[in-house]
């Protein structure tokens, strides 16, 4: 007994000493549009990455205090979860090609909320909309030739594949 109670405060002391500070977390999830068009189905992260070339995406937070974070996640995961110091986070999502390239052209997305310590806070679904079929990079039709090469796009990047 006497042997646990000097434990527990050693332990007291530490932490008091080390100042005890919880952070909580950030998590944010994402999906694709199918096509460019803004009435299209919603696919997983699974399906849509890809489909759409993203290879991984790009989370950039900050808080009201001048904290960051960056981190690079695999697309397919379809979500990244994120320790953080308490605050008002807000996320920016971009997707990344194979060559570690951003996708400018893939809308980037802002969301935002209140981290809690010790908390995880969903921060909200992103869904991404892919850029046209026809200045994309894939060869979507499966003819070997891609965007402006292909005949399907008739001279037109932000067009589909007749």
Request: hydrophobic content about 40%; charged content about 15%; proline content about 5%.
């Amino acid at each position: 007994m006497p042997r646990s109670l000097a434990l527990g405060l050693c332990v007291t002391a530490a932490l008091a000493i080390a100042g005890c500070t919880q952070d909580g977390s950030y998590r944010v999830t994402w999906n694709f549009l199918a096509t460019a068009d803004p009435g299209a189905a919603v696919q997983s992260a699974a399906e849509g990455c890809g489909q759409h070339g993203v290879d991984a995406i790009f989370v950039t937070a900050s808080d009201t205090n001048a904290d960051g974070d960056q981190v690079l996640a695999i697309c397919t995961l379809g979500q990244i979860t994120r320790p953080v110091p308490a605050g008002t986070w807000s996320i920016q999502v971009q997707a990344v090609d194979a060559q570690a390239t951003l996708i400018g052209s893939i809308a980037t997305q802002m969301v935002s909320g209140v981290v809690a310590d010790g908390a995880v806070t969903e921060l909200g679904l992103v869904t991404l909309t892919p850029r046209p079929a026809c200045d994309d990079g894939i060869d979507n039709d499966g003819d070997g030739r891609v965007d402006l090469d292909d005949p399907g796009c008739d001279g037109n990047p932000s067009g589909t594949h007749e």
